[in-house]
């Protein structure tokens, strides 16, 4: 039996380790670092593949981590996200070719499969700050003013809610006495104690931080905006989405075991439906009105975990019922289109801002003649956004409606709807901008290769999960009811 | 199984491609091949249409049905299910003949990114084939939301002055009602003994009443919302009059001919199909709202002097009829309303389509749609004033016309349903009076000296003679329609 798992992780941490040493041997130039990380973060994405889609059940480093389908999609997810970016920094970071740049990515991506499939608090802790100290220098990369605020604010912000995850693991260990999740929630139910509800929401205050959860997503529109587009691309569809797999592992272990609070109006399933509501409207709004497309696409990015977080109201609603099982899978389901649909979107900004040097709203006018490939790209990306048939986000949202639509949380499906009509005012907005109004120039700009063909593929994956989405639904299926037992 | 159905959808959506790229090539080949792919859509749409006919489905059974599984895990599932009845099977022809005769009309009034515009119309067609022929609900949804898609660009691309505005209000609002439409669905599936998405699964739990009639107030509201921003129902009509303005008049013709179908559709295939006992109740307000429309539709017809803000407003009128007749059958049981519904939706399609298209030629040749403008078309441009009085009969419901039987039939449903609803009998002549005002102003008038316009040729009085002549043919062989509509309107009034 080989462990893919073991051969991942040696990859990803040689590749972090000894990338930065071409610049050491002055052999960093023409991207060679970038082309070893591509090929290692391809390794590395079909080893995951092979172990999620054939499970093997051998347990990996003790307790530590429980290799699971549920972990081995989230770990796809992001290193998918991640190759894409290692990919489009070929030429968006042509100009500072710097081993260092790809090393840090390398570590990123490392953090976030071991997150991914961590089953204790600890090594969990440990890989969120893997993942995320790489970040905050990748943030600040373009040595530019913007990019260091952004930097600078990013990692306060990062700091403090790893501070709080801390104090919650404390409060957590202080009352069970250990670090194994499924031995805290056990503990959590069989003692019952205010601390615990301190502690369960102050996992939901640190994970919020990342997975930009309204009211912690204030640093979230001047980080992607301030950091080198394809970092941007990074923070938005690969590590906040292993904010998620974090919360999904603790958040929801505590709520199928334990009601946080005695009070009936204090519940998990409503703190969850107000922080979604909240999520989704105050970020469609926000998006409305923003001049610049990072400023746009981070808002649209806020509004989207709004939706995600759905499926974890129906799951703490009523865990072990039917209703649940479509919510969570909906979440996950949302958590990969969203990857793709939002990596699609950031990246073609991306390439417009490499391009045109302008990252305003006015650059667009026009685009679809001067940048079809990245218009059209840009246009799949913000139709499945909205949410309209038949692209891959329709179905997410279908069934994270549905999981919700006939209960209690009524309101909150009636709420996702409105809100998905809504943002189509913002996407539809652009995509007029782009085709039907005139631009300064109708010229062709180059759009480089590697760039079309990250699109190529990622429009792919949206049209094509949209037509036949019954696999990867089968495929979140059967992780969420491995998890779920 | 047939595959009849999917090729209907299928064929346009594959060769939207195509013919972008082979107009992108040579503009008249891609004509060539548009004008060829329409007519035999319109064949197979024909073929569809005459097997209904001949043998039509028994109420609550369809004709050339297809169903595969598309997903399905745990609780869920779907199907991809399509099949055709007396309902559709119209709607089905009328909208594969208008884009014949759209593409036809087009070669001359659009001018500019044909290859784009080509392609687009056939993306619609095969949207607008898979809203009608769509059995399962959320297969409905998608098909109902994929036509917005070509319809945003052509207002937006090739619309008039206001084209950008006029396109994303149409987008939002349509986009608006159709998500409140498909969160109906969900909450009535979710609340289901077995839940099921497939329209004939659901009528059969109908039947035996295992839906209670709690459950179908919710998705009743929502589908009504979603469906009255497509018919449009008055008040929820404001985005109808911007893009039919700004719209190009061929796609007016569809915007008017097809798009509208789909709310008349939505309503007595849905909201009355599987919700009969909600919509049974509340079948006053619904004919009520119809009348209100009619009445409201007629009378700011009345006051526009742009003309094709008129018949913007005209189909507004005639769409309340679609309503009105639909639930008059539910209160009074009178098969006629239905059957009288289904024929208004197809003579309305060609009617109207007629007169946008007009509206059209006469921009492009008077060079203004102003009715105080346009003086003395009777002696200026003969050909096109007499097609413009024939298609103002049509669309006013005079006799040969079948319009006029359509309207009668919906009017006698409604006198049956309620001694009040006569008041109905007044909407066709205040019709009649802002039909007649405006050939009085155009057509009767004196012509200006000085003004040199070009009439149509005949080769498009003969494209305009397709619009009109089934309409006399039809007051005549009226059963092509109303045989296989009456097993609907059966059924449809049946059902608990």
């Known amino acids: 039996m080989i462990d893919y798992l073991t051969i991942t992780v040696v990859l990803l941490a040689g590749a972090g380790l000894f990338l930065p040493l071409l610049q050491v041997f002055r052999m960093g130039k023409r991207n060679l670092a970038g082309y070893i990380l591509a090929l290692v973060l391809a390794t590395a994405l079909a080893l995951i593949g092979l172990f999620t889609f054939y499970p093997s059940s051998v347990p990996w480093a003790g307790s530590l981590i429980i290799p699971d389908q549920l972990g081995g999609v989230f770990a796809l997810v992001t290193v998918g996200v991640t190759l894409a970016v290692a990919v489009a920094s070929f030429d968006f970071q042509k100009s500072t070719s710097n081993p260092v740049y790809y090393g840090l990515l390398a570590f990123t991506a490392l953090g976030m499969v071991l997150l991914a499939y961590s089953q204790d608090l600890l090594m969990l802790f440990v890989s969120w700050e893997l993942m995320s100290l790489p970040t905050y220098v990748l943030a600040g990369f373009d040595k530019k003013l913007r990019s260091n605020e952004a930097s600078v604010k990013y990692a306060i912000i990062g700091a403090m809610s790893s501070a709080v995850i801390l104090y919650a693991i404390s409060l957590a260990y202080g009352l069970t006495g250990s670090t194994q999740i499924s031995a805290v929630v056990a503990g959590f139910a069989s003692h019952p104690s205010a601390l615990a509800g301190v502690a369960t929401l102050l996992f939901v205050a640190g994970f919020g931080f990342k997975m930009s959860i309204v009211p912690f997503h204030m640093w979230i529109p001047d980080a992607y905006e301030g950091a080198p587009t394809t970092i941007s691309t990074l923070l938005a569809a690969a590590t906040k989405k292993a904010g998620f797999i974090a919360a999904i592992r603790v958040l929801l272990a505590i709520t199928t075991l334990y009601a946080v609070t005695k009070s009936p109006l204090f519940t998990m399933a409503n703190v969850f439906a107000v922080l979604a509501l909240l999520t989704m409207t105050v970020g469609n709004i926000s998006a409305l009105t923003q001049k610049s497309m990072t400023r746009l696409l981070a808002y649209s990015s806020i509004a989207q975990a709004g939706y995600i977080l759905i499926g974890f109201v129906a799951f703490s609603n009523a865990p072990g019922t039917s209703a649940a099982t479509l919510g969570l899978t909906g979440s996950v389901f949302h958590v990969i289109n969203h990857a793709v649909m939002k990596g699609a979107a950031f990246l073609a900004a991306a390439l417009v801002l490499l391009q045109l040097k302008r990252a305003d709203l006015g650059a667009y006018d026009g685009l679809g003649k001067r940048m079809p490939i990245t218009a059209f790209t840009l246009a799949v990306a913000f139709l499945g956004l909205a949410g309209v048939p038949p692209l891959s986000g329709f179905w997410s949202k279908l069934i994270l409606v549905l999981s919700v639509a006939n209960g209690p949380f009524g309101w909150l499906a009636l709420a996702a709807i409105l809100n998905s009509a809504f943002s189509l005012g913002y996407y539809a907005w652009i995509i007029k901008r782009m085709y039907i109004d005139e631009g300064e120039s109708t010229a062709r700009v180059k759009e480089p290769l590697w760039f079309v063909l990250i699109f190529a593929i990622m429009v792919g994956l949206i049209v094509g999960i949209g037509l036949f989405p019954q696999q990867v639904i089968n495929l979140v299926s059967n992780a969420v009811t491995g998890y779920t037992g | ?496």
């Open chain 2, 1 to 496: 199984m047939s595959y009849v159905l999917s090729l209907l959808i299928a064929l346009p959506l594959v060769a939207a491609p195509f013919v972008y790229l082979a107009t992108r090539g040579d503009k008249r080949l891609g004509v060539y091949l548009s004008l060829g792919l329409s007519v035999v859509v319109m064949l197979i749409a024909g073929y569809v249409f005459w097997q209904v006919y001949s043998s039509p489905p028994p109420g609550g059974q369809y004709l050339l049905q297809e169903k595969y599984s598309w997903i399905s895990f745990s609780s869920f599932g779907l199907n991809y299910f399509l099949g055709t009845d007396g309902l559709s099977s119209p709607l089905i022809f009328v909208s594969a003949l208008l884009t014949v005769l759209v593409i036809i009309g087009s070669r001359k009034l659009i001018d500019h990114h044909e290859a784009e515009y080509y392609s687009l119309i056939f993306l619609f067609e095969g949207a607008i084939m898979g809203v009608f022929t769509s059995l399962n609900l959320i297969l409905f949804y998608i098909f109902w939301e994929i036509v917005l898609i070509p319809m945003f660009f052509f207002i937006g691309v090739w619309g008039g002055p206001r084209r950008k505005y006029a396109a994303m209000k149409f987008i939002i609002f349509t986009f608006a009602g159709s998500t409140i439409m498909l969160l109906g669905f969900l909450y009535f599936y979710m609340g289901m003994p077995s839940p099921s998405f497939d329209i004939p699964t659901i009528q059969a739990l109908l039947q035996t009443h295992q839906i209670p009639v709690g459950l179908e107030y919710l998705p009743l509201l929502a589908s009504f919302i979603g469906f009255a921003v497509k018919l449009p129902l008055v008040p929820f009509h404001t985005w109808l009059p911007d893009a039919h303005v700004e719209a190009p008049s061929p796609i007016s013709v569809l915007l008017a001919g097809v798009l509208l179908k789909m709310g008349g559709y939505g309503f007595i295939r849905i909201s009355i199909g599987l919700f009969p006992g909600a919509s049974a109740q509340y079948a006053w307000i619904f004919l009520a709202l119809g009348l209100f429309s009619m009445f409201y539709g007629a009378v700011a017809a009345l006051l526009q002097k742009d003309l094709k803000k008129m018949i913007a407003f005209t189909s507004i009128n005639h769409m309340g009829f679609v309503l009105f007749g639909a639930y008059a059958t539910l209160i009074s049981g009178s098969v006629l309303g239905i059957e009288g519904a289904i024929f208004q939706m197809f003579t309305h399609a060609l009617a109207v389509g007629s007169l946008f298209m007009l509206s059209g030629y006469i921009q492009h040749q008077a060079g203004t749609r102003e009715i105080p403008l346009l003086k003395g078309l009777g002696t200026t441009m003969p050909r096109t004033a007499v097609i413009l009085v024939l298609g103002a009969a049509a669309a006013m419901g005079l006799p040969p016309f079948s319009s006029f039987l359509a309207e009668f039939m919906v009017i006698v449903a409604g006198i049956s349903a309620s001694a009040y609803a006569a008041i109905s009998v007044l909407v066709p002549v205040i019709t009649a009076g802002y039909f007649l005002w405006m050939i009085k102003r155009t057509v009767l008038s004196q012509a200006e000296a000085g003004h040199e316009v070009h009439d149509m040729g005949w080769s498009d009085v003969a494209a305009f003679a397709v619009y009109l002549v089934p309409l006399i043919v039809l007051i005549v062989t009226s059963y092509l329609i109303l045989t296989p509509a009456l097993p609907v309107a059966q059924f449809l009034r049946g059902l608990p």
